[in-house]
């Protein structure tokens, strides 16, 4: 890790001790949020840019989609031969 990777992280789970307060025992739960926060802010970048691919969905996946029933749609079931429930 390097030392200003290290410093970050520091100085977050810092700010997250005295955002809770400053409780006793938690340093390791703070210093893992704050590594998770600083990678996550690292990698946004990354995560924003577009997926570019070279592979099309075939036509057939957006022309039967609305084939498919959904929750939704499933309604109350009738069964031949039961009455049907007053309420």
Do not use: Y
């Amino acid at each position: 890790m390097t030392d200003d990777l290290e410093q970050r992280i520091r100085d977050r789970a810092h700010r997250m001790w005295c955002d809770e307060g400053q409780p006793e025992g938690k340093a390791d739960v703070h210093w893992e949020l704050a590594r998770m926060a600083i990678a996550f802010e690292d990698a946004k970048p990354a995560m924003q840019r577009p997926v570019i691919s070279d592979t099309v969905e075939p036509v057939e996946a957006w022309a039967n989609q609305g084939e498919f029933p959904t929750l939704t749609d499933q309604g109350e079931q009738h069964v031949p031969g039961e009455m049907a429930d007053p309420d």
